[in-house]
């Protein structure tokens, strides 16, 4: 083989991989979940976490990673809740409204 078709070769071996590792076959398990096979989720890279769209196709179900979310502080969320005429709550008035909520879920447990 010349040095010409080396990168074809590679390239026609590759796609050859792909295809055999994209007819992989998995089994549903009893509480609904696939396992996607390690080597597909390498060429991927998708790791741990990854969350996926679900699609129903005519052809059967599609995955589609979502876009990872951005990292977020509690500084970029405060003052979402905040509208304009409503009073800031003190902290003990926070933590007493708290407290009557945890209690009131409480209670609704023991019915």
């Given at each position: 083989m010349?040095?010409?078709?080396?990168?074809?070769?590679?390239?026609?071996?590759?796609?050859v991989l792909?295809?055999?590792i994209?007819?992989a076959?998995?089994?549903?398990?009893?509480?609904?979940?696939?396992?996607?096979?390690?080597?597909?989720?390498?060429?991927?890279d998708?790791?741990?976490g990854?969350?996926?769209e679900?699609i129903l196709?005519?052809?059967?179900?599609l995955?589609?990673?979502?876009?990872p979310?951005?990292?977020?502080?509690?500084?970029?969320?405060?003052?979402?809740?905040?509208k304009?005429?409503?009073?800031r709550?003190?902290?003990?008035?926070?933590?007493?409204r708290?407290?009557e909520?945890?209690?009131r879920?409480?209670?609704?447990?023991?019915?």
């Amino acid at each position: 083989m010349d040095a010409g078709h080396y990168p074809l070769y590679h390239a026609v071996l590759l796609l050859v991989l792909l295809q055999a590792i994209a007819m992989a076959s998995v089994k549903l398990s009893t509480k609904g979940q696939i396992v996607i096979p390690k080597e597909i989720r390498e060429a991927k890279d998708w790791s741990p976490g990854t969350e996926f769209e679900v699609i129903l196709t005519d052809a059967g179900v599609l995955l589609s990673p979502l876009p990872p979310l951005p990292a977020t502080t509690v500084q970029d969320g405060l003052g979402l809740l905040a509208k304009k005429g409503r009073r800031r709550l003190s902290q003990e008035e926070t933590e007493r409204r708290i407290g009557e909520l945890v209690l009131r879920e409480d209670r609704g447990s023991r019915k």
